[in-house]
T-cell receptor, first 110, second 115 residues
């Protein structure tokens, strides 16, 4: 069966520090992968999606970037975090019509 | 452009009763899919149910059913026999044509099941 992992689960970082969040999927090959962000009490906003290794599409201009160095690995990065980057970050993969989500990373920028 | 509207920020239901969570959508895509997700306080997004725009019958998954009314552009979620564990945030979402098109989410409805 397919599973999706995210780490870390929680992260507290100072403003201006770098960021790296990792997402890996098991049990499938060449999945579509997605990064979403959820601000407190809000719905989900798509940040990036990828249909294959090295293929990244950005949906929202920001100081974040994404990379897909391996088929089942999706990384969200930033060189300098802003206070507004705080939120809940969810990685998802798509099987058929449905997107399945990872457990998420709760990021607090101080 | 696609838009999902959930007009109920919060809902309360008595345990063992049924509850309907409202969702309306807008899209210009001729073919699309509609989804409901549950997000408990732990934060994970749990897929509940899917309805394709060309499906003739309403989707059902256990205690969940999707009341799809295409002409009204509504896709309400019905939860039968509510349980305390159903207390969570519920999101309606949709995706239009295209293999990599992303989900568009509504703002969510916080459901509280009362004992």
């Amino acid at each position: 069966s397919q599973t999706i992992h995210q780490w870390p689960a929680t992260l507290v970082q100072p403003v201006g520090s770098p960021l790296s969040l990792e997402c890996t999927v098991e049990g499938t090959s060449n999945p579509n992968l997605y990064w979403y962000r959820q601000a407190a009490g809000r719905g989900l906003q798509l940040l990036f999606y990828s249909v294959g290794i090295g293929q990244i599409s950005s949906e929202v201009p920001q100081n974040l970037s994404a990379s897909r160095p391996q088929d089942r690995q999706f990384i969200l990065s930033s060189k300098k975090l802003l206070l507004s980057d705080s939120g809940f970050y969810l990685c998802a993969w798509r099987q058929g019509f449905v997107e399945f989500f990872g457990p998420g990373t709760r990021l607090t920028v101080l | 452009a696609q838009k999902i509207t959930q007009t109920q920020p919060g809902m309360f239901v008595q345990e063992k009763e049924a509850v309907t969570l409202d969702c309306t959508y807008d899209t210009s895509d001729p073919s699309y899919g509609l989804f409901w997700y549950k997000q408990p306080s732990s934060g994970e997004m749990i897929f509940l149910i899917y309805q394709g725009s060309y499906d003739q019958q309403n989707a059902t998954e256990g205690r969940y059913s999707l009341n799809f009314q295409k002409a009204r552009k509504s896709a309400n979620l019905v939860i039968s026999a509510s349980q305390l564990g159903d207390s969570a945030m519920y999101f309606c979402a949709m995706r239009g044509d295209g293999s990599a098109r992303q989900l568009t989410f509504g703002s969510g409805t916080q459901l509280t099941v009362l004992p």
